[in-house]
Structure formats: structure tokens, C-alpha cells
T-cell receptor
Framework: SQQGEEDPQALSIQEGENATMNCSYKTSINNLQWYRQNSGRGLVHLILIRSNEREKHSGRLRVTLDTSKKSSSLLITASRAADTASYFCATDAGTGKLIFGQGTTLQVKP | DGGITQSPKYLFRKEGQNVTLSCEQNLNHDAMYWYRQDPGQGLRLIYYSQIVNDFQKGDIAEGYSVSREKKESFPLTVTSAQKNPTAFYLC??????????????FGPGTRLTVT
């Protein structure tokens, strides 16, 4: 069962611009996590935001969480060509497992 | 080097053959997971294990089997009963606890092609 729905499915921007990806989910969660996947590789954890947190920062990443709307957003500021990858949100509902969204494919053009 | 390894990177099999994918971690994590990823799709959970000698079915367990005899190892067998086994398989591990879950660490994946 896919809980997370991500929007947009694909995003193409110029280097230096900001990229925003959104994730919506259906049930109550303990936390929401964002991961990055370069083509043909494993996933890398980016950031975890707990259900009692509204915003979190890590370097050029900013994540927000709105539990009333069951949605989260990932903002990458001042994007670089090296940010080109797929980005996935994953929700933890306290069941011992994560449910991943379909992902947003980001292309950053140099 | 601490990490999670999967082997082989590419695997080719004929239809009707069982195949076992290896996953090893030296992160001292209790929990391990197997996911399947199809082109342009997210990850779907096949099986997971939170402790040695115990594992649970995920969302798409049919046609797959696992074992967890050692903390470090969580091999996945793709059986001939799996109707569409060609996919990218990812293994992950994480700590466990009574608090909310921890981040998962992923291996590099095994791309299985069955013809």
C-alpha cells in the first residue's frame, strides 16, 4: 500500500533555482522522512521530521510538516546539478515499517 | 567501513529458477528490510525483520521467502512462484526502539532480470 503521494512527479529547473516537492499521506504518522536516490543506486536518508515538529532544516534542505493537512514539503535551495536525483517521502505510522511515496524526479540543468 | 552490502549488482536468471539475493550489514542494526522497485516507481516492502529468527510479510510477499539466522544477514529468495520477478531489489537496515522509527540505511541494490 502506497501511503505517500508526491507532487510533482517530475521537475526540471536551472542551477541556482529552488526546488519544491510535496508529499501527501493518508493516516496518522509518528514521523515523515525524505530520501534521495541517484539513478540505479540505493536510497540515502536526507531528513526526518517528527509529528510534533513543523519545520526542520539541514544545510540547503528545508522540510515542513502539516499534520492537519497530512502533507509535507521538501525545499532545496540554490540547487546544483549534483542535486539531480529522485526524491522520496516515507511515512512511519508506528508499525515498524516505512511506507514510501512514488517519488519526484528532479533534474537540475547546469 | 560500516555499511550495508548487496551482491551481486546484476543477476540474470531463467524463468522457473529460484534465486537468492544477498544482504549483509555491519552497522549492528536489529532491523532489516527488503524492497522491490519497478521503473519509475516507489519502493514496495517485501519482507522485514526486527530481530534475529523473526520476520514479517510486507505488502508484496507472495513468491518471495527470507531467513534471518544472523543479525548481520537477511537473504531474499525469489522463487519461481513470483510472477514478475524482474525488478531492482533494495535491502535496508535500521535501529529499532520504542521511540518512533529511525532512518533506514540502504544497500546499492541488485538488479534482477528473469527471461
Amino acid at each position: 500500500s502506497q501511503q505517500g503521494e508526491e507532487d510533482p512527479q517530475a521537475l526540471s529547473i536551472q542551477e541556482g533555482e529552488n526546488a519544491t516537492m510535496n508529499c501527501s499521506y493518508k493516516t496518522s504518522i509518528n514521523n515523515l522522512q525524505w530520501y534521495r536516490q541517484n539513478s540505479g543506486r540505493g536510497l540515502v536518508h536526507l531528513i526526518l521530521i517528527r509529528s510534533n515538529e513543523r519545520e526542520k532544516h539541514s544545510g540547503r534542505l528545508r522540510v515542513t510538516l502539516d499534520t492537519s493537512k497530512k502533507s509535507s514539503s521538501l525545499l532545496i535551495t540554490a540547487s546544483r546539478a549534483a542535486d539531480t536525483a529522485s526524491y522520496f517521502c516515507a511515512t512511519d505510522a508506528g508499525t515498524g515499517k516505512l511506507i514510501f511515496g512514488q517519488g519526484t524526479t528532479l533534474q537540475v540543468k547546469p | 567501513d560500516g555499511g550495508i552490502t548487496q551482491s551481486p549488482k546484476y543477476l540474470f536468471r531463467k524463468e522457473g529458477q529460484n534465486v537468492t539475493l544477498s544482504c549483509e550489514q555491519n552497522l549492528n542494526h536489529d532491523a532489516m528490510y527488503w524492497y522491490r522497485q519497478d521503473p519509475g516507481q516507489g519502493l514496495r516492502l517485501i519482507y522485514y525483520s526486527q530481530i534475529v529468527n523473526d520476520f514479517q510479510k510486507g505488502d508484496i510477499a507472495e513468491g518471495y521467502s527470507v531467513s534471518r539466522e544472523k543479525k548481520e544477514s537477511f537473504p531474499l529468495t525469489v522463487t519461481s512462484a513470483q510472477k514478475n520477478p524482474t525488478a531492482f531489489y533494495l535491502c535496508a537496515s535500521s535501529h529499532t526502539g520504542t521511540a518512533s522509527s529511525y532512518e533506514q540505511y540502504f544497500g546499492p541494490g541488485t538488479r534482477l532480470t528473469v527471461t
